[in-house]
């Protein structure tokens, strides 16, 4: 099975941590997004969309209706880069 790589950039962990301790609740929810996005970036479940305006390079995954998942991908490496996590407003 081909399995994209999920790359966890130092501010994002931080992001990550932040986020988590605020929202305890998700943090199950949280796993198994990320579970997905490594076995198919393209699941229905994580409504995976390109973003527009300044953020045109980055792509969005849903957490919830209020969370989501910026990230980057890097074809060659077969590689998903996490760029930031938080609210709706995070765009």
Do not use: C, Q
Request: aromatic letters at 10%.
């Amino acid at each position: 099975m081909n399995r994209y790589k999920l790359i966890f950039t130092e501010s994002y962990l931080k992001r990550e941590k932040k986020f988590l301790k605020k929202h305890p609740k998700l943090i199950r929810r949280y796993k198994k997004i990320l579970r997905l996005l490594e076995l198919n970036p393209n699941h229905p479940s994580l409504r995976l969309h390109k973003l527009k305006g300044k953020l045109e390079d980055k792509y969005s995954v849903s957490i919830t209706m209020s969370y989501r998942i910026i990230l980057t991908f890097a074809v060659i490496e077969k590689g998903i880069i996490l760029i930031d996590i938080g609210s709706h407003d995070v765009y």
